[in-house]
């Protein structure tokens, strides 16, 4: 076995990706990806046994988020930069080590390795098979892939200047709780709900980090049309860096579309003092093959959901930041305090044709929290006067799997008296379907982002208190999630530490998932998978 990854909902066979990823990445990529995660637990060894005070190594906290962002499925494919992170990564670690004393250590920090030869040697190791239990490994990942995500919603508040220590400590505390074999299940399962916990606090961080500096999102109608001007498409979730771009191609005649999960960026009230801003070009990430070719101009990739390109023409329009990566793309560093230059980006599109309009019209969103939270008492009415009988929470992911036509008949199925709440690409299945509304209330509400499902929780739970009610899971909500990558897992876990049960996922149950964990997650919190639409639609409302 060349590799094995089962991290995305997209996993070989459901089992694991042995050869090369469905994603795209290859061999060494998975293998280095593997060993900068080892790495991170090495410096999480330290930090923990040697009493470190996080507040005193915040380099070190930083680069711990960008290491496990650069991990997610679709973020980074740059064999060569992972390789540098992973050098970079061991030199922290081992100028941590000069700070303890007495204190035992494994192998995750003290290992050394001198070239990429060793490197591969090394991951072959300590990649997730180096787990014999099945139970055991399946709970580690959990918890890992839960931190992957936490790391990306850390590191977007981060680059807005927002940070919570409490988070980091707890990174550092449950990375090497996945190095010791003494913990039982039971614990494991424990620290998988924690995980969930500190979920909830990194999505509020990031929350409050967003609309402190952009404002809180507000019903906006957004042109999925296209102008006359040439262009930049900017994809991933990483607003800071859209704030940049737009600022530096003020005046100079260069549009900004935003692709997939930077959809939401025009609910906030800051961006929309941007003339240039100009709507969203096409839908989700995964159909990037097709809608990059027809938009002619360069694409900024600002995290994860990177395909890789099929044209080299293509490619050669292509730029990062951040976690994300593609080799032979150019790569835009902030300088010490920040800031990005864009220009290659804005002298590409300057020499580039307009976008080929591929669809018209506009959609709505910016349901957030605080929005909806405006529409309370239209809302509430319309749930005692029967105008509404359910919200379906259908949150998460979008990709490429056929079976995902599921959720785009499961929206057009649905009784004419339920809303749907969405946030992550997974509302391009049916964000552009006319499904009406109830009394002005849309039938779809957009709160943005997959890290804006904490709003959908936010949400839940004020509803939960104005209907007095004892439990939230007594409210008129169903959820019916779809998830591909990381982020999704953090989503999971934080509704699941919230309280929330009977949490239905798909379009496949993780491949991750060893079948006793799975029958825990089943008898405890009445997780499930999904059938067919009209069966499903029957359980959900109760027939």
Known sequence: M???CFQCQETAKGTGCEIRGVCGKNEEVAKLQDLLVYTTKGIAEIVVKGKLDVTSINEVNHQVLKSLFITITNANFDDGAIEIQINKMIGFRNELKKQVSNVSLGDAAEFEVSDRASMLEKASKVGVLSTENEDVRSLREMIIYGLKGMAAYTDHALNIGKENFDIYTFIYEALVATLDDSLSADELVALTLKTGEFGVQAMALLDEANTSKY??????SVNIGVRSNPAILISGHDLADLEQLLEQTKGTGVDVYTHSEMLPAHYYPVFKKYDN?????????????????????PILFTTNCIVPPRSEEIRKRIFTSGASGFPGCPHIEADENGKKDFSAIIEMAKQSKPPVEIESGSIVGGFAHNQVFALADKVVDAVKSGAIKKFFVMAGCDGRMKSREYYTEFAKKLPKDTVILTAGCAKYRYNKLDLGDIGGIPRVLDAGQCNDSYSLAVIALKLKEIFALKDVNELPIAYNIAWYEQKAVIVLLALLSLGIKNIHLGPTLPGFLSPNVAKVLVEKFGIAGVGQVDDDIKLFMGE
Do not use: H, K, L
Request: no cysteine; proline share 3%; net charge negative.
């Open 215 to 220: 404002g809180n999102p507000e019903i906006t």
């Open 277 to 297: 801003f100009a709507g969203n070009y096409g839908g989700s990430w995964w159909a990037q093959v097709t809608e990059f070719e027809t938009f002619n101009g």
């Open 2 to 4: 060349s590799m094995f």
